[in-house]
Each structure stands twice: as C-alpha cells, then as structure tokens.
Nanobody
Framework: EVQVVESGGGLVQVGGSLKLSCAVS????????IGWFRQAPGKEREGVAC????????EYADSVKGRFTISSDSVGNTVYLQMNRLEPEDTAVYYC???????????????????WGKGTLVTVSS
C-alpha cells in the first residue's frame, strides 16, 4: 500500500520562505510521480508542482514558477517543496499525492493521482 505523509506547514509572513516535505512509501514502480497540490478556502484543489521519481523531470503551475522548487532526495523517498517569496494567495492546505507514472500533460489533474496525504496548512500573513 502506498503511503504519503506531508509535513512542514505553518505560518509565515509575506515574502518569507517555507519548505514542505513529503514522505512516500510502498511504491513498487520504477517511475512514479509525486505532486504537490493545494486547496485554498472556497476554491478547488489545484496542482502546484510534480516530479518524476526516475529522472527528476519537473512540472510547475504558472502561478508558482520561479518561486517554488520541487525536489527529491537521492533515494526518492522524500519529496520537498521549497516555497520562496510567499504571497497571501499561497495560503492553502497543501497536499502531497502520488501516481504510478509521470505524465507531463496530466500531472495536475486531481484524478490522475492515486494516493493522497492528509495535507498540511500553510498560512501567509500580511
């Protein structure tokens, strides 16, 4: 069974930085995708970034390009989301999710991911 657990959320001021972590276990595939999603109050869940476990390919939502960086450790069991120059609009519950394959054209679709964490709250205060 695939398990996904997020950590690292919290309160940060506008312009500040925060790093989220996602621990993934249970995958038996060589190439899988780990993505970060977020859901702000009253809004739909949206894709933020995604990384391939096999070759490190990454994809980002336009709203976070240049500010957020997704990465993984050498083993591939932990995926990070470094968030810089945070804005109030970044306030949301951030979810980590996993899929058994990486597809650049589909990673941001909610139903593409098959395993989800419970989320961690990020609050950006002004």
């Amino acid at each position: 069974e695939v398990q996904v657990v997020e950590s690292g959320g919290g309160l940060v001021q506008v312009g500040g930085s925060l790093k989220l972590s996602c621990a993934v276990s249970g995958f038996t595939f060589d190439d899988y995708a780990i993505g970060w999603f977020r859901q702000a109050p009253g809004k739909e869940r949206e894709g933020v970034a995604c990384i391939s476990s096999s070759d490190g390919r990454t994809e980002y939502a336009d709203s976070v390009k240049g500010r957020f960086t997704i990465s993984s450790d050498s083993v591939g069991n932990t995926v990070y989301l470094q968030m810089n120059r945070l804005e109030p609009e970044d306030t949301a519950v951030y979810y980590c999710a996993a899929a058994p394959v990486f597809m650049a054209t589909m990673w941001a679709q909610i139903d593409f991911m098959t395993s989800w964490g419970k989320g961690t709250l990020v609050t950006v205060s002004s």
